[in-house]
């Protein structure tokens, strides 16, 4: 069965600093991988998604994220962060459901993140 | 924009008491998905749906039920709501083609007492 890991629970970063969010799956064939981000009250936003190709994607906001297949590492990145962008972010991985439908994600725990003004 | 509507954000029960959550998608998904999400431990599924009337056990099936009767509705049943199930509860949407890609509602925050 496919998992996620994202190792630190909480991170806190300067406004202005850059930023890298971990995540590490664990799937059997090619993943299919996924960054969310949830505000304070909200639902999920997708931000980015891996499914083949360019191992370096980006995203909305100025994310970018890079697939290491050696490493199972998919790990989230901005290069100047901004106030507006604590949230929780969730790493996901992606597989076929028992009947073939339904596409499910598999969901990290979580990273919170918070700004300093 | 895909729009995935939740019918309620805030919602207290009491103990054995049956709950329903409606989810709405107004995309023409086939899929759809209902999870919970509780401090520390990220999203789980409860279950999902590819089709009418076909549903699938998530992760955490447990003391629910679903029913889709409609593409756009899927809903969410606690049979007799216990403590345990104090929760948010997220809905999503997908297509069938691109499933992966799932569009989230704001979220039910239910509390069991």
């Known amino acids: 069965a496919q998992s996620v890991t994202q190792p630190d629970i909480h991170i806190t970063v300067s406004e202005g600093a850059s930023l890298e969010l971990r995540c590490n799956y664990s799937y059997g064939a090619t993943p299919y991988l996924f960054w969310y981000v949830q505000s304070p009250g909200q639902g999920l936003q997708l931000l980015l998604k891996?499914?083949?190709?360019?191992?370096l994607v980006q995203g909305i906001k100025g994310f970018e994220a890079e697939f290491k297949r050696s490493q199972s590492s998919f790990n989230l990145r901005k290069p100047s962060v901004h106030w507006s962008d604590a949230a929780e972010y969730f790493c996901a991985v992606g597989a076929m459901g028992l009947t073939g439908g339904g596409n499910k994600l598999t969901f990290g725990t979580g990273t919170q993140l918070k700004v300093e003004l | 924009d895909v729009k995935v509507t939740q019918s309620s954000r805030y919602l207290v029960k009491r103990t054995g008491e049956k709950v329903f959550l409606e989810c709405v998608q107004d995309m023409d998904h086939e899929n759809m998905f209902w999870y919970r999400q509780d401090p520390g431990l990220g999203l789980r599924l409860i279950y999902f749906s590819y089709d009418v009337k076909m549903k699938e056990k998530g992760d955490i099936p447990e003391g629910y039920s679903v029913s889709r009767e409609k593409k756009e509705r899927f809903s969410l049943i606690l049979e007799s709501a216990s403590t345990n199930q104090t929760s948010m509860y997220l809905c999503a949407s997908s297509l069938l083609a691109y499933g992966y890609e799932q569009y989230f509602g704001p979220g039910t925050r239910l509390t069991v007492t």
């Open positions: 891996y499914f083949s190709g360019d191992t």
